[in-house]
């Protein structure tokens, strides 16, 4: 009786190790033809672009964004959280920029 009391330790143990894999990526919904375009420079470079949650570029980059108010945000590990509330209107060209703060 001391086998199958182990083999089913072991396979709990097995079990619990075993994850399931990552929810895929929110996409950004597909902007109308009356989006604008929002160029993002946010420093340091090659930080992370959302916009209202959902992951859109590295800095410096743009993209198109159905017209609207939006919230921009960026975060990364030794900052302190940065984010903006943009209106973007219809076939506008907005510019963001920023310098991320050390969160020392």
């Not at 009786?1 to 990526?25: E, G, I, K, Q």
């Not at 109308?32 to 980059?61: K, L, M, N, Q, S």
């Not at 959280?81 to 907005?94: K, T």
């Amino acid at each position: 009786m001391a086998r199958p009391v182990a083999w089913v330790a072991v396979a709990s143990l097995c079990f619990a190790c075993t994850r399931a894999p990552a929810p895929p990526a929110a996409k950004p919904p597909e902007p109308g033809p009356d989006a604008g375009t929002v160029f993002v420079r946010i420093e340091p470079y090659g930080v992370e672009v959302a916009a209202d949650g959902v992951a859109r570029c590295r800095t410096p980059c743009s993209f198109r964004i159905a017209p609207g108010l939006h919230r921009l945000s960026v975060r990364k590990s030794g900052f302190l959280p940065w984010q903006e509330d943009v209106r973007v209107d219809p076939g506008a060209v907005l510019e963001v920029s920023a310098s991320l703060v050390g969160s020392h």
